[in-house]
């Protein structure tokens, strides 16, 4: 028997193919392994309305699995659809972080309070556009973007071109980085979330509170969010196609996301 009893899976370049979708290959490990108790959990920068989907896919409510959305940002049992934890944005940083992406010439978004629309100023922003299509989402234009975020907000995107997203996100981490979480999940993704928000820190409370250890978990990714897991992690995996970084900090480097990668994890340690 294996040690490991969970599995954790970024979404994007990790668990989907380059056309944002899981191959049969996969889908059918990550099936049996759940008969064989394997716990799933989906942990990614995408909202819950873009995780979702690919929870109801998976049939995580179950097999008993939790979401991650928002690089951790909230903790959801799939088998209720019960928030276990969630952290919001300090509302007076909002306003910062809008002045410092038009200083940059660069676009920021968020959602809408019902988690179903990307709301930005410029709904024709290519950048955008990419974040919706991700999440299937409709992109909903806000006259005033501060004003609108009104209500609790889980998660702004600073989205641009690679080389501006660099930049800002210097420039944002000599401003706000000991106030608010700043990572690129993509080199066109600038990610802002409460301080103290990442994919290892929400599975180390979800391990907590289902009484596992860390050695127990293995942890799948390709991109800069997911060090801290792949590092927390009993065993970290990165994809081949992974960013450099990544690769560094991977205990194994297994199949791209277009060659079933995740599956070869299955029948390696799982098996």
Same mark, same amino acid.
């Given at each position: 028997?294996?040690?490991?009893?969970m599995?954790?899976?970024?979404?994007?370049?990790t668990?989907?193919?380059?056309?944002?979708?899981?191959?049969?290959?996969?889908?059918?490990?990550?099936?049996?392994?759940?008969?064989?108790?394997?716990?799933?959990v989906?942990?990614?920068?995408?909202?819950?309305?873009?995780?979702r989907? =690919? !929870? @109801? $896919?998976?049939e &995580?409510s179950?097999y /008993?699995?939790?979401?991650?959305? #928002?690089?951790?940002?909230?903790?959801?049992?799939?088998?209720?659809?019960?928030?276990?934890?969630q952290?919001i944005?300090?509302?007076?940083e909002?306003?910062?972080?809008?002045?410092?992406a038009?200083?940059?010439?660069?676009?920021?978004?968020?959602?809408t309070?019902?988690?179903?629309?990307?709301l930005?100023?410029?709904p024709?922003?290519?950048?955008?556009?990419?974040?919706?299509k991700?999440?299937?989402?409709?992109?909903?234009?806000?006259?005033?973007?501060v004003?609108?975020l009104?209500?609790?907000?889980?998660k702004?995107?600073?989205?641009?071109?690679?080389s501006?997203?660099? =930049? !800002? @996100? $210097?420039?944002? &981490?000599?401003?706000? /980085?000991?106030?608010?979480?700043? #990572?690129?999940?993509?080199?066109?993704?600038?990610?802002?979330?409460?301080?103290?928000?990442?994919?290892?820190?929400?599975?180390?409370?979800?391990t907590?509170?289902?009484?596992?250890?860390?050695?127990?978990?293995?942890?799948?990714?390709?991109?800069?969010?997911?060090?801290?897991?792949?590092?927390?992690?009993?065993?970290?995996?990165?994809?081949s196609n992974?960013?450099?970084?990544?690769?560094?900090?991977?205990?194994?480097?297994?199949?791209?996301?277009?060659?079933?990668g995740?599956a070869?994890?299955?029948?390696k340690?799982?098996?």
């Amino acid at each position: 028997m294996s040690q490991y009893k969970m599995l954790v899976l970024d979404l994007d370049g990790t668990l989907t193919n380059s056309e944002k979708k899981i191959t049969p290959k996969t889908k059918a490990a990550l099936m049996k392994a759940q008969e064989n108790g394997v716990i799933i959990v989906l942990a990614s920068g995408r909202p819950t309305y873009g995780v979702r989907p =690919v !929870a @109801e $896919e998976l049939e &995580l409510s179950r097999y /008993g699995g939790y979401m991650l959305p #928002f690089n951790g940002g909230q903790i959801i049992s799939c088998k209720d659809n019960s928030t276990l934890f969630q952290q919001i944005l300090p509302k007076e940083e909002i306003p910062l972080l809008y002045n410092l992406a038009r200083r940059q010439g660069v676009e920021i978004m968020s959602y809408t309070e019902d988690g179903t629309c990307v709301l930005t100023e410029n709904p024709a922003d290519e950048w955008v556009l990419i974040e919706a299509k991700i999440n299937s989402m409709e992109v909903k234009r806000s006259e005033n973007f501060v004003k609108e975020l009104s209500y609790p907000v889980t998660k702004c995107l600073i989205v641009g071109e690679p080389s501006k997203i660099a =930049v !800002a @996100e $210097e420039v944002a &981490l000599g401003e706000f /980085g000991d106030r608010i979480g700043l #990572f690129q999940s993509q080199p066109f993704f600038l990610e802002c979330v409460p301080q103290g928000i990442d994919k290892a820190l929400s599975l180390d409370r979800l391990t907590q509170m289902l009484g596992m250890s860390k050695d127990q978990v293995v942890a799948c990714g390709d991109g800069h969010n997911d060090i801290s897991m792949i590092e927390w992690s009993g065993l970290g995996v990165a994809m081949s196609n992974a960013q450099p970084k990544v690769l560094d900090k991977a205990d194994f480097v297994t199949l791209s996301n277009d060659e079933d990668g995740i599956a070869h994890v299955i029948e390696k340690f799982f098996v």
